[in-house]
């Protein structure tokens, strides 16, 4: 922790469902856990896109859902 500022890194075994990521994330004020998140940015998988990364930010008031690129579990091996 640095000037009260920390990280961290979520990881989990299933997909965020897409409406209930935007609810947690798309108003503000944030509740609960989320309270003192200022800053968010990576990548996320998605219930509704197996197969394709979706980037997120969130920086004050706007937070963005972008279509990135496929997963490489999702491209065949030969087209690596």
Same mark, same amino acid.
């Given at each position: *922790?640095?000037?009260?500022?920390?990280?961290? *890194?979520?990881? $989990?075994?299933? %997909?965020?469902? %897409?409406?209930? /990521?935007?609810? !947690? &994330? =798309?108003?503000? +004020? /944030?509740?609960?856990? &989320? !309270? =003192?998140? &200022?800053? /968010?940015? =990576?990548?996320? #998988? &998605?219930?509704?896109?197996?197969?394709?990364? @979706?980037?997120? $930010? /969130? @920086?004050?008031?706007?937070?963005?859902?972008? +279509?990135?690129? +496929? #997963?490489? !579990?999702?491209? +065949?091996? =030969?087209?690596?």
């Amino acid at each position: *922790v640095e000037y009260g500022i920390s990280s961290f *890194v979520y990881t $989990a075994r299933r %997909p965020f469902h %897409p409406a209930r /990521l935007h609810a !947690a &994330l =798309g108003s503000r +004020p /944030l509740e609960g856990a &989320l !309270a =003192g998140l &200022l800053r /968010l940015k =990576g990548f996320a #998988w &998605l219930a509704t896109r197996n197969w394709q990364q @979706a980037h997120t $930010a /969130l @920086a004050g008031t706007q937070f963005t859902i972008a +279509p990135g690129r +496929p #997963w490489w !579990a999702a491209i +065949p091996r =030969g087209q690596w």
